[in-house]
């Protein structure tokens, strides 16, 4: 055995640098095991064999002659590349192993064992390309793998099957499309120890937000048993978003988000057969209520993805499991991420929708754009050659197998998946918008029936009815100017924030804590600090739904819009982002889950029981405890100091000290861990006693829409006044000169975060030339404002600091 040629190599002896010898997927294991277990990363033990054995197998059973001549027979027509491919598989899995690899094989299996103290181990075996996982190609998916295989014959069956799958179609197609010479790529086979993951839960990580490639947060994606049904899209997964550059107060990366999926099924392993013995089963309904992972156990994946892309420098795609055996948690594999990875950010390409249309299914979006076509509902993979080009490809779900028609597709909806499921992936990759995890894609959808398919603008995709008139802007971000004035944005949704990380802004001038509670929360919160009140069996039992997760009703309302806020605040940390308390309106609260009850009938709620004066009455007080909370768990807790609270429509300086009191005792003291509160100037007597309100407040932001409306006497919301509602008359203006003066004279900053500085130009000039601090517009409009604020910032002489 000493002259034998080495064909074995343990996981220990291996770094990235070896993908010429195992491949991308075995060298990179190697590389988690020799520098970073003493981080706690945690890789199963193993063994993988070397390209030399893969040459050996075909120059001993003289196998490259016919494997060239079936290849070349596809390209000549002669055959098929489906029966090409079946063919060149059926010699390899035939060929007898050499005599040498056969005996290392059996070597390691049993010291495998022996390290792992037992007899007859089961084990994953996975194949790994010589040219597969580069920074700007995955190969994920294209070969076989194979698990709990057990035995020393079922093993190396498994190693033949899995140098076989080296020539599946899938695999011959994606190379010949990425210019690989198929045969100068060799196959390496990673034997590993099989995690008990059936008994248990697995799933995938990128160390990137798949959609907007925001880099400072781990994307969680989990499901019980086998991570199979996580990566084929075979079920809607957990989905936990972790802030990964730092830790917490209790010393954990904050949690962003947490989504429970239906999980309805999950993979199993049946005891009989081994490598393929496997079985979807149902999960039960306490499965499909419960979220998969712990808190800590989220915040341990995220700090390992966190060291793993600063291990190779750049962002990470993850599969990780948990043994049900002994519960610990494994990275199985680890691969550059090719999408956000390869992805310059120099410039970034903006879609909207300029029509409406009927909504027919929504999911989670992948992907920015916007696409239409006619629908064709698939059901088998291997009719790629009548799907036509151009066509919206619908599914229950997708795997490698589906490559070639997703390559024809304009866009991609499933009924099953995540955003970092089979489709998702392949379908960023290919550049196109997808839409998954919908649910009833394929019921709705009619084949042939035109659609179009949006994921612009919001975390949930839409596809209408009918071909939907867009647009597109391409924006050079080394073009825009630079101005004095701070330029911030205007969101509402979380998932909009990360959409809008690239933009050259100062921060959010405006975060509207409604949309949390109306989109996400959706319960009125007296309904839930008083739920035991509640007689109408409909809505205590929405309730329980809603909150079924939580310790408590409130317990939800506090992590959830905890968590939106934390969002927000991390898509601009360190810059500022500046947090509106809630301002329904008595006849929007009305409209939540339980809140009929709790408000009052006004004959004008735009001038009735709103923004500031809630928080301090008895009728109230209980639901802005709770909005207090969330807020001081997201600045104090979370660690997102960068978060400016603002009170809206606060009528008079007194009942800005009840306001500020009400706040101080749920632990938001102004000054408190460099707390900043600012105030809304929408009311006449702010402006008017901008001093008084300035010594209580460390910024003003104008609502133009409120102050416009009073200073005017016109309900913005009149339709037969609507010719008299204008931001720009001069009594507007000159309110917003004053407003602007007296705050200055005392040294008290002044932004606006209306829309009238995008929609007029000429107002964006007139705020520049008064000395306005900061103007806060919607994202799409941050170019054009950027431009004109620097034109009129040109004309007034004003040198930028």
Known sequence: MSDSPVFIRWFETLTKDDVALVGGKNSSLGELVQNLSASGVRVPPGFA??????????????????????????????????????????????????????????????????????????????????????PTASFAGQQESFLNVRGEDDLKAACRRCFASLFTERAISYR???????????????????????????????????ESGFRDVALIHAAWGLGEVVVKGQVTPDQYMVYTPFVDRKGGPPILEKTCGTKRQKLVYTEEGTGSGTSSVETTPEEREAFVLTDSEIQRLARWGADIEDHYGFPMDIEWAKDGENDAIYIVQARPETVHGKAGTSTITSYQLIETGQELVKGQSVGESIASGPVRIVTDPTSSSTFPEGAVLVAENTDPDWVPIMRKASAIVTDHGGRTSHAAIVSRELGVPAVVGTRTATSVLESGQQVTVSCAGEAQGVVYDGKLAFRTEEIALADLPKTRTNIMINVASPATALRW????????????????????????????TRFDEIDEPDVRSEIEWLTLRHDSPEDFFVETLAQGIATIAASQYPRPVIVRLSDFKTNEYAQLVGGAPFEPKEENPMLGWRGASRYYSDAYRDGFALECQALHRVRSEMGFTNVVIMIPF???????????????????????????????????????????????????????????????????????????????????????????QRAHSVNCPVGICGQAPSDYPDFASMLVEAGIDSISVLPDSVVQTLKTVAEAEKKIAQPIQ
């Open 176 to 210: 010949e499309a990425h210019g690989f010479d198929h045969m100068k790529v060799a196959l390496s086979v990673g034997i590993q120890q099989m995690v008990r993951a059936d008994r248990a839960s697995a799933g995938v990580m990128f160390t990137i937000d798949t």
């Open 49 to 134: 064999t070397t390209s030399d054995a893969y040459w050996a197998l075909l120059d001993e059973s003289d196998l490259r002659t016919p494997i060239e001549k079936h290849l070349n027979a596809v390209g000549d027509g002669d055959i098929s590349a489906t029966e090409a491919a079946r063919e060149i598989r059926t010699l390899i899995r035939e060929a007898p192993l050499p005599e040498a690899l056969d005996q290392q094989l059996t070597e390691a299996y049993r010291e495998l064992g022996r390290r792992l103290k037992r007899d007859d181990v089961s084990v994953a075996v996975r194949s790994s390309a010589t040219a597969e996982d580069l």
């Open 501 to 528: 990380w690239r933009l050259p802004v100062d921060g959010v001038g405006l975060a509207r804590m409604e949309y949390i509670i109306n989109q996400v929360i959706r319960a009125h919160p007296l309904a839930l």
């Open 650 to 740: 606060c009528r008079t300086p007194e009942e800005a000290d009840r306001v500020l009191e009400e706040m101080e005792q749920h632990g938001l003291v102004r000054g408190g861990d460099g707390l900043q509160v600012y105030v809304m100037a929408e009311i006449p007597s702010n402006v008017t006693l901008a001093e008084s309100f300035a010594e209580r407040f460390n910024g003003f932001s104008i609502g133009s829409n409120d102050l416009t409306q009073l200073v005017l006497g016109v309900d913005r919301d009149s339709e037969r006044l609507a010719y008299l509602f204008d931001e720009r008359h001069p009594a507007v203006i000159e309110t917003i000169r004053s407003l602007i």
